[in-house]
Nanobody, 116 residues
Framework: QVQLVESGGGLVQAGGSLRLTCSAS????????MGWYRQAPGKPRELVGV???????TYADSVKGRFIISRENVNNTLWLQMSRLHPEDTAVYYC??????????WGQGTQVTVSS
């Protein structure tokens, strides 16, 4: 099993920045892709971006150029640097990890609120 714990959420003004951290523990060996998803009230969960073991990241169009995903492979720590935040970025942000076998893990989520 893998446990994922997010931190760093909070309230920020539009145009501001915030950095989320996801710490992995447990059987973290052979974790492959990690990433971030988010879910706004009344909306389905959506992809923010993912990063592979080669540290190549891909992003949703809505955050491209504003968000940066990075990771440290030894401890499988994941970060999401968010800049130029919009009120539409308000959501619960979830950390995600996936083994090559397909097994997926999710964190409990951290709230990000962007005020206008």
């Amino acid at each position: 099993q893998v446990q994922l714990v997010e931190s760093g959420g909070g309230l920020v003004q539009a145009g501001g920045s915030l950095r989320l951290t996801c710490s992995a523990s447990g059987n973290i060996y052979s974790i492959g892709t990690m990433g971030w998803y988010r879910q706004a009230p009344g909306k389905p969960r959506e992809l923010v971006g993912v990063i592979n073991l080669s540290l190549t990241a891909t992003y949703a169009d809505s955050v491209k150029g504003r968000f940066i995903i990075s990771r440290e492979n030894v401890n499988n720590t994941l970060w999401l640097q968010m800049s130029r935040l919009h009120p539409e970025d308000t959501a619960v942000y979830y950390c995600y990890a996936r083994r090559p076998s397909g097994t997926q893990y999710w964190g409990q989520g951290t709230q990000v609120t962007v005020s206008s």
